[in-house]
């Protein structure tokens, strides 16, 4: 079987029949210096939607967050290690997406108030509070979300 490099697109292979062979042939081209082959029109747009997936998965990371803050400030009876390991994560994923992608810093400002709708629906089903109970509003600034130390609610009890 010839190499992906060797046979090129025109043998069939596409974006749309098999994704993982495509990117794995278009990858052996580019290495083979064979643009003239390459598939540039899917390769353009799948390099631009790697960038929407980047603003999709920041806007994921906050979601999960808020979602967490509101757990921790509402339920203080219920803390969890995990709840607290959780929001250490998503702080420093966000962190490690906007260090990656210095363009996306202002983009969690951007999308605060859909993840926290979201975030709010999350924590009311999790919690069995009425969503209600929850501000309608995002009650956070971006930099406490994103503040290390800031934990809402009463610093008791306890996390077990």
């Keep these: ?31 083979a210096g064979r643009w003239a082959v390459l598939d540039r029109e899917a390769l353009a747009e799948e390099i631009a939607d790697l960038g ?27 803390r969890k290690y995990g709840w607290r390991a959780t929001i250490v994560e998503q702080r420093v994923n966000l962190d490690d997406l906007v260090t990656m992608s210095p363009s996306l810093r202002g983009w969690p400002a951007e999308v605060v108030g859909k993840a926290y709708r979201l975030a709010r629906v999350r924590a009311a089903d999790e919690t069995g509070l009425p969503e209600r109970s929850f501000p309608p509003d995002c009650p956070y600034t ?3 979300i994103l503040d290390e130390r800031f934990y809402p609610g009463p610093e008791e009890p306890d996390v077990t």
């Design 1 to 31: 079987m010839p190499k992906l490099a060797e046979r090129g697109p025109d043998a069939g292979v596409s974006p749309e029949t098999d994704y993982f062979l495509w990117t794995q042939a278009q990858a052996a081209l580019i290495r």
């Design 142 to 144: 971006l930099a406490d």
């Design 52 to 78: 929407g997936s980047q603003k999709s998965e920041i806007r994921s990371r906050l979601t999960i967050l808020l979602h967490h803050l509101l757990k921790w400030e509402f339920q203080p009876q219920q």
